[in-house]
């Protein structure tokens, strides 16, 4: 059961590592009505960290091709040419050579494995990074939902309460009713509009933030299709959630292909006090060559030989240093994440718990029974049974029960994307294509 809410490989299906590069404009229009499913896929293409992961991978491919070579370089060609003059006359002096330096000491291997080692490393941390933004962009775009739930609460406390006031006003015109309950009423009308101006600005953030996780224009006006759609998940017992997180998490994967890297440098910087092998020909005329200077003087000569630099005064100690601490550095990285992921999941598998009873005991039944109980004290205050304090009260219960609804759906939002992100694709909030408001 769990299996069909892990998304496996977070959004990465089919997309693959060759087809990074896309043209600028591959894709000029997001569809709209914006549908979560077309969100999570524009995300994937044009989200900026998502971008900069593609091209860190393609940078990352050119040093691995880089350092999948043979020989540390190109074969040197050197020639040479210079005029001899003797007491029996002058001659030409012909030089040509021909080097090529050679890996010892298993250095191209390792400067190989190491650059394929951070090469995997980049994909796994790119593959990661495509699951966290899924999961951003998930929580982005019912946050958008619940903000607009909260407009829509807003109003009918508005007209809850203007209703209210509308009669106070209305009774004391008659002389039948008090200043204090005119006021009463009044200020609750207040409060409220108060209330619907803060869930305006908060719809509108929240449009900003998921325009920002998708870069596009914030300055565009999307339309949103979607309706929360908030079913339990079905978890499995919390030594068998961390194992599965464990397994799911490719930045671990990531992480211990860095210590490889690391590690692989490192015996490179030890090896490098071993210098490379230059192996040379060379041809050499003298004064012609072949008998052909004065007197026949002139000689040729062929031949071969090996140079290697000696490492006196450079011993790298600096660089096996540095090489070492880049490994420890690694390591500890990794010994970090592998603890954040288990209290990351432990963290929100509580906060999951937590936000579902929240939920459960705050659903839309007690808010209308909240806005009825506003009725209620309306017909009693009609009726000259209650007055201005009972106003109050049941004015503030409205607000407040809204306030605890929304907030409610908000945990249960961001607990279900913090699992989700930590488990590395636990996906158990969804939206359908219902519209919403505009």
């Not at 491919?61 to 029996?88: C, F, L, M, W, Y």
């Not at 508005?158 to 009774?171: F, G, Q, T």
């Not at 690391?262 to 041809?283: H, K, M, Q, W």
Request: glycine share 8%; aromatic share 4%.
């Amino acid at each position: 059961m769990f299996a069909k809410y892990l998304r496996l490989g977070a959004c990465a299906l089919g997309l693959g590592l060759g087809g990074f590069v896309s043209t600028a404009g591959a894709v000029t229009q997001i569809s709209q009505p914006l549908t979560l499913d077309a969100a999570l896929s524009w995300a994937s293409d044009y989200n900026p960290a998502v971008r900069g992961a593609k091209i860190r991978v393609e940078r990352l491919s050119g040093k691995a091709i880089h350092a999948d070579v043979a020989v540390p370089s190109n074969p040197r060609v050197e020639v040479g040419a210079g005029q001899r003059s003797t007491p029996a006359g002058t001659g030409t002096d012909l030089n040509i050579r021909i080097s090529q330096e050679l890996w010892i000491a298993g250095q191209g291997g390792l400067r190989e494995s190491a650059a394929n080692s951070e090469l995997a490393a980049a994909k796994k941390q790119y593959r990661y990074l495509l699951s966290a933004t899924t999961a951003r962009v998930r929580a982005a775009f019912l946050s958008i939902l619940v903000a607009d739930k909260a407009v829509a609460t807003a109003k009918r406390v508005v007209k809850a309460n203007r209703e209210l006031y509308d009669y106070a006003k209305r009774r004391i015109d008659a002389g039948a009713g008090t200043q204090l309950q005119v006021n009463s009423a009044k200020l609750g009308v207040s409060r409220a509009k108060a209330l619907r101006a803060g869930a305006k600005n908060r719809l509108q953030r929240a449009r900003l933030k998921l325009d920002d996780l998708l870069g596009i224009d914030p300055s565009r006006r999307l339309r949103i299709a979607g309706s929360l759609d908030i079913d339990p998940v079905d978890l499995p017992d919390r030594d068998e959630l961390l194992q599965q997180a464990i397994r799911q998490r490719s930045d671990l994967v990531a992480a211990a292909r860095q210590v490889d890297a690391a590690r692989d440098r490192l015996s490179l910087a030890n090896r490098e006090l071993i210098p490379n092998l230059t192996v040379f020909g060379f041809y050499r005329e003298e004064n012609g060559g072949d008998g052909q200077g004065p007197n026949g003087s002139g000689a040729t000569i062929a031949g071969g030989g090996v140079s290697v630099d000696l490492p006196v005064l450079h011993r790298y100690e600096g660089e096996r240093k540095q090489a070492a601490a880049k490994l420890d550095k690694a390591q500890l990285q990794q010994d970090n994440l592998q603890r954040n992921v288990r209290l990351q999941v432990l963290r929100a598998l509580a906060d999951y718990r937590s936000a579902r009873r929240r939920v459960k005991a705050l659903d839309s039944a007690v808010f209308d029974a909240a806005q009825q109980s506003v009725k209620l004290t309306e017909r009693a205050f009609q009726a000259g049974e209650v007055g201005a304090p009972a106003i109050t009260t049941a004015q503030n219960n409205l607000i407040a029960v809204r306030t605890e609804y929304i907030s409610a759906q908000d945990a249960l939002i961001n607990a279900t994307t913090d699992l989700e992100r930590a488990t590395g694709g636990l996906i158990a909030v969804g939206a359908d294509n219902a519209p919403t408001g505009d």
